[in-house]
């Protein structure tokens, strides 16, 4: 099984700064890896899919990047709903998540 | 607007059975692989079974397998888990998502429920 290890667990930021999220396959996946938001009592959303391709109404200032074992999702600028938390997703070989990184306001 | 809706969870006893549905609109569901991800508090999300567009095939994770069964009713727009031989380690949120088919067998989920609690717990 591929084991997906996201750092840190929890991110504190200040709303308007960058947060960068980092997200590690215990092998390669390619391109095939996925990002989620999931705000506080609500349901996953998806992100960025293929590395770095944004989803149907996703902002701009969320870009993801990263290739083979080493992936990041970047938020350029935080707003107020981006704090979060924030789950990748490998499907290149079966589909195994991350344990999430929590986006706090710092 | 594409909507998912869960329902059936709940409190049951280790050794019990327990079946979620998800009602699914706003999209032609019998063109989609349909899914189950569950996430158990305060933890990360795990997949656990997926079924094809007409029924066919079905994919479990190996932790459920024998125990949960997933079909659906493309008359009705509606999925089904079939839990039996509940554990404490079953308890979690499960929800139901719609699939998208990057290849074979390379799948994530582009839109998903809000969904339902299960606790096993005597």
């Known amino acids: 099984e591929i084991v997906m290890t996201q750092s840190p667990v929890t991110l504190s930021v200040s709303p308007g700064e960058r947060a960068t999220l980092s997200c590690r396959a215990s092998q390669s996946v390619s391109s095939n890896l996925a990002w989620y938001q999931q705000r506080p009592g609500q349901a996953p959303r998806l992100l960025i899919y293929?590395?770095?391709a944004r989803a149907t109404g996703i902002p701009a200032r969320f870009s993801g990047s990263g290739s083979g074992t080493e992936f990041t999702l970047t938020i350029s600028s935080l707003q107020s709903e981006d704090f979060a938390v924030y789950h990748c997703?490998?499907?290149?070989?079966?589909?195994?998540f991350g344990q999430g990184t929590k986006v706090e306001i710092k | 607007e594409v909507q998912l809706m869960e329902s059936g969870g709940g409190l049951v006893q280790p050794g019990g059975s327990l079946r979620l549905s998800c009602s699914a609109s706003?999209?032609?569901?019998?063109?989609?692989?349909m899914s189950w991800v569950r996430q158990a508090p305060g933890k990360g999300l795990e997949y656990v079974a997926s079924i094809k567009q007409d029924g066919s095939d079905k994919i479990y994770v190996d932790s459920v397998k024998g125990r949960f069964t997933f079909s659906r009713d493309n008359a009705k727009n509606s999925l089904y888990l079939q839990m039996n031989s509940l554990r404490a380690e079953d308890t979690a949120v499960y929800y139901c998502?719609?699939?998208?088919?990057?290849?074979?067998?390379?799948?994530?989920?582009?839109?998903w429920g809000q969904g339902t609690l299960v606790t096993v717990s005597s």
């Open positions: 706003g999209f032609t569901f019998s063109s989609y692989w």
């Open positions: 997703q490998q499907y290149n070989n079966w589909r195994t």
């Open positions: 293929g590395a770095t």
């Open positions: 998502a719609r699939d998208v088919r990057a290849a074979a067998g390379r799948h994530y989920f582009d839109y």
